[in-house]
């Protein structure tokens, strides 16, 4: 027998039952249940939950009755079964009323939606508190039946689930009156908010409304004000308290003027006089959804006449756009970490930014027409779609996803009438969310695996709702879908984010009129760009960067065909052209660099050696040094190009751009020194020296920047047999030919050569020979060249003199038995006298990206210092390289690995930021930007977002400053 049960429960837990021993002992209860509706119970969403509440009607109803209705309506037994799977809490509440089970027969349960007046009447057959509750349950259980088993869409479920909830207060207020003995002394009207007012109401969430009211003729206005002051709360009290038959839901009257701190009730006049004076921006967007609900009707029609107007206008408020992204902003700030991956409504791709965007659309379009008015977030998204304001595509998108994140909400509060916007992280919970929506197979991760795909789809239409429209509305064409005046245009680019919006207006016309296919093929990519450029910090700067580019290339057979066919290259340049003027500037003098966007193989650096030679060869097709010289600046562009692209769109690590911009100077400089070499050649005759060119700082540690000089020492050795003098004149010459070539005007930025590093600086000659730099080093070398040399690389030129200039310096910069400490005092000396005199005057040392505290010059004289007393014994020490040479030294335990994790966070991160600021401006910085707007533009880059700038500021003072603990410990002992 007892193996019999066990088989029972196992079989049971196979159908779908979570506890199969508990659900055999429940059945036990019922006595002798058919196996089809064990199946039927199997197969709803909770099958454990459903035959624990069908156990407990049966033994409020008895048994025998509750099967013979079950067994007399198959339609009933199925809503019934549904429900009870979906909704413990609706299953609890027959189980206090099981009678009311006969309401989910065929002939009891309408199929379709009633209408408001008829749940109005419904309700108000309630005359106390708990006839009030045990109707707004009975009227509940009928939408989730009718909901649950695909009679209603969730369209017009939400739209009843309002109309039950302001049927509702209509039924409180009347109880209320009945109880008030001053009710006769005011006129009192409720009006509904939020999802209420927008017939999109949620299973359980709180009820926003407004109260207004007004004295009757020949009341005193305190005692009517009073009395309307005790029947708001009474509906207040009425609908949240607790009873018997549990409660209802919370009324919220924050949206109300000055909010908890303002009066609960107001007059009209007093509401009006608020609005015009003191509303802020979302306030405005609040009456969006305002409706009549309850009370005195004419009373709420005059509130909607009085006010409705305002709405309409509050997009020309001055800080109209700043009002809009500080309160979204506010919303994702606020809500709680733990719970931001998972929050359904307020998170990043959820509920709020479909509304959101949907209620800014209405707000910045709805003056000019009046169809975008409609209260409800799908008739609105409906409405703008239609209007032309959001693709189809798009919007059919965010539709669907809108109604999948609706439904799931609905689902999470169903099960126990609770107020939540969470996704749960329990599986079974989520199992029986998941069979309630349909998914069968795998329904936990089903569920989590769609609701992230829809999350996403509403992350990136979220902002691209916002700049569809402008396709029609500001193309200068005499047609019938010419849908704005230009000043309307403009309204709607400055609610868009563009500063000059008659500019680009001017830009737009520019680019569309005609009807050639050029104008045509941009007419269907402007709507795009628009949204691209205004999500990056420029959009302005970005229109126009694409009107000139597409001026120089709108003719060539791929250029249009290219941004058009390939989204991604389009939003690529939109992001970039609006992003940084380093590589606009690029692409605007030589336009074909836009082949290089939608490819992610083209995006990736060329290797080191695929790049000399690529410049070598450019420059050996040309006989003329002029010519070889601007081949070899072109390589260097279009290198230029490809990394800044690939970095703005964040595709590179700061190392990876450190050492491509390294390899693009290196080519550079030795396709420079063919060139100049050849130059001089070509007036003297044979070179009669062998030279190389010594790579030196950054450059020689392949940690190049944007803004980096090329640092460098030139070095040759007279062949054997020349005259010493004529050898170095002839160095001299190919070295001042090689600097002025590079320096000179052209598409390419300038590239300083920097030879300062050399012996004696300035003062001493600008090549020297082998000889001399032995000599040299033998006599005089100082401590601080020593220290210089720990980045020297001698890569360029002639390969045996670069190998023995090698072997020259590795004993100065790696010296045996490591610095001696008059040396380490002397580069301690001079790196305090750099830290007290070196830094700009007025300049911040906590802000200065290279001098300041924790900043560049701290980290690699650090670095260096412990080169210069270790890397004798440690081999892997020897390097040219700044991180190489600190992981070598955690290794070997000179450093702590949490010690070096913050001296590699303040360079990798100042690194960036300095790089971040020429991109974005075109030009270098020594200290980290002051203006909002070009903070801003640098924190975009960074990767922290455009409003997150202040955050950025904030990692960098608390990363720089404990990098400066770390020198102060480490460099000063």
Wanted: aromatic share 6%; charged share 25%.
């Amino acid at each position: 027998m007892a193996t019999d049960a066990r088989e029972l429960a196992v079989a049971l837990a196979r159908k779908g039952f979570r506890d199969g021993d508990g659900a055999l002992n429940l059945l036990s209860a019922l006595g002798e249940v058919p196996g089809e509706l064990v199946d039927q119970i199997a197969s709803v969403a909770s099958p454990d939950t459903a035959l624990s509440s069908l156990v407990g009607i049966a033994e409020r109803m008895g048994t025998a009755e509750l099967f013979a209705l079950i067994e007399a309506d198959a339609e009933l037994c199925q809503r019934l079964l549904v429900v009870l799977g979906t909704s413990e809490a609706l299953g609890d509440f027959l189980v206090r009323h099981p009678e009311h089970v006969r309401d989910l027969a065929a002939d009891e349960l309408s199929t379709v939606p009633i209408t408001l007046e008829q749940r109005r009447r419904q309700m108000e057959e309630a005359t106390t508190a708990d006839e009030l509750r045990v109707g707004y349950y009975r009227k509940l259980l009928h939408i989730a039946a009718r909901d649950l088993t695909a009679l209603t869409t969730f369209e017009q479920s939400s739209a009843e689930l309002s109309d039950l909830a302001i049927s509702t207060l209509g039924a409180a207020l009347a109880i209320a009156r009945a109880n008030e003995p001053g009710a006769d002394q005011c006129r009192l009207t409720i009006m509904a908010m939020g999802k209420t007012g927008g017939h999109e109401l949620n299973y359980l969430s709180d009820v926003d409304v407004i109260f207004v009211h007004e004295p009757v003729e020949g009341a005193d206005d305190h005692e009517a004000a009073t009395a309307a002051t005790r029947l708001a709360s009474a509906v207040m009290k009425l609908c949240r308290e607790h009873t018997g038959e549990g409660t209802i839901w919370e009324v919220d009257a924050d949206l109300r003027p000055e909010g908890k701190n303002g009066s609960l009730v107001r007059t009209l006049g007093s509401h009006v006089a608020y609005y015009e004076k003191w509303a802020s921006t979302w306030e405005f967007q609040a009456l969006l959804k305002a409706r009549f609900a309850a009370g005195d009707e004419a009373l709420g029609q005059a509130y909607l006449d009085a006010l409705s107007p305002m709405i309409w206008f509050a997009s020309t408020r001055p800080n109209f756009v700043p009002d809009v992204r500080a309160m979204r902003r506010r919303v994702i700030e606020h809500i709680p970490s733990a719970h931001r991956d998972r929050q359904l409504k307020l998170g990043a791709g959820g509920l709020r930014d479909v509304e959101f965007a949907v209620q800014l659309l209405q707000l910045v379009h709805g003056r000019a027409d009046e169809s975008l008015r409609s209260p409800t977030t799908l008739s609105a998204l409906t409405a703008l779609i239609d209007g032309g304001y959001v693709g189809r595509r798009d919007g059919a998108a965010m539709e669907e996803a809108y109604v999948f994140l609706r439904t799931l909400e609905h689902r999470i509060q169903l099960y126990k009438l609770r107020r939540s916007h969470i996704v749960p992280d329990d599986m079974e919970d989520l199992r029986r969310i998941g069979r309630s929506m349909g998914f069968r197979s795998n329904p936990a991760d089903s569920l989590v695996k769609e609701w992230q795909a829809h999350r996403r789809i509403v992350r990136r239409l979220h902002e691209k709702l916002f700049y569809q429209p402008l396709l029609e509305a500001v193309a200068s064409l005499p047609t019938d879908g010419l849908r704005l005046t230009p000043l309307a245009a403009e309204q709607r680019l400055t609610a868009l984010g563009f500063v000059d919006p008659k500019g680009a207006l001017t830009h737009i016309q520019a680019l569309t009129s005609g009807l050639s296919r050029r104008a045509s093929i941009q007419k269907s990519l402007l709507p795009a760009m628009l949204a691209w450029f205004a999500a990056s910090p420029d959009p302005d700067a970005g229109l126009l960067a694409f009107r000139k580019i597409s001026e120089g290339l709108g003719e060539t057979h791929w250029y249009l065909r290219k941004l058009r066919d390939e989204g991604e290259g389009a939003e690529q340049l939109a992001h970039v052209l609006s992003s940084s003027r380093y590589v606009t500037d690029l692409i605007l003098r030589a336009p074909d660099s836009v082949a290089l966007l939608g490819d992610d193989a083209e995006l990736r650096p060329l290797e080191r050696e695929r790049l000399r030679t690529e410049v070598q060869l450019a420059a050996d097709r040309h006989s003329s040094s002029a010519d070889a010289i601007r081949a070899v600046r072109r390589v260097r562009r279009r290198e230029l190009s490809r990394v800044g692209i690939a970095d703005v769109l964040g595709r590179l690590d700061i190392t990876e751009v450190g050492e491509a911009l390294t390899d693009i100077s290196t080519a550079t400089l030795a396709g420079a020194l063919t060139a100049s070499t050849a130059a001089v050649e070509a007036d003297r005759g044979p070179l009669p020296t062998r030279m190389s060119i010594i790579l030196m700082g950054r450059l020689g540690g392949g940690e190049a920047g944007y803004g980096s000089d090329a640092d460098v020492m030139f070095v040759h050795d007279p062949v054997e047999g020349a005259d010493e003098t004529e050898a170095a004149s002839a160095a001299m010459a190919v070295a001042q030919g090689l600097r002025k070539m590079l320096a000179a005007p052209g598409d390419d930025p300038a590239l300083e050569v920097d030879a300062e590093l050399r012996p004696e600086g300035k003062n001493g000659p600008l090549v020297r020979s082998f000889a001399s730099y032995r000599a040299y080093y033998e006599k005089w070398s100082a401590v601080w060249e020593a220290q210089a040399l720990l980045r020297a690389s001698a890569t360029i030129g002639d390969a045996d003199l670069s190998a023995r200039f090698t072997d020259l310096i590795d004993p100065l910069r790696w010296p045996e038995g490591g610095a001696t400490a008059a040396e380490v005092r002397e580069i301690r000396r001079i790196k305090a006298r750099v830290d007290s005199e070196r830094l700009p005057r007025g300049a911040n040392a906590k802000t200065h990206l290279k001098l300041g505290r924790g900043g560049l010059a701290d980290v690699e004289w650090t670095v260096q210092l412990l080169q210069m007393q270790h890397a004798h014994e440690v081999p892997a020490m020897r390097t040219t390289r700044t991180l190489d040479a600190l992981h070598a030294a955690v290794e070997a335990d000179l450093v702590s690995t949490d010690d070096a994790e913050t001296l590699e966070a303040a360079w990798r991160l100042v690194s960036r930021i300095r790089n971040a600021v020429v991109l974005m401006r075109g030009k270098s910085a020594e200290s980290m930007v002051e203006h909002a707007g070009e903070r801003a533009g640098v924190a975009h880059l960074l990767g922290y977002g455009m409003e997150h700038s202040e955050r950025m500021m904030d990692d960098y003072l608390r990363t720089t400053r404990h990098a400066r603990q770390v020198v102060e410990r480490i460099f000063y002992e």
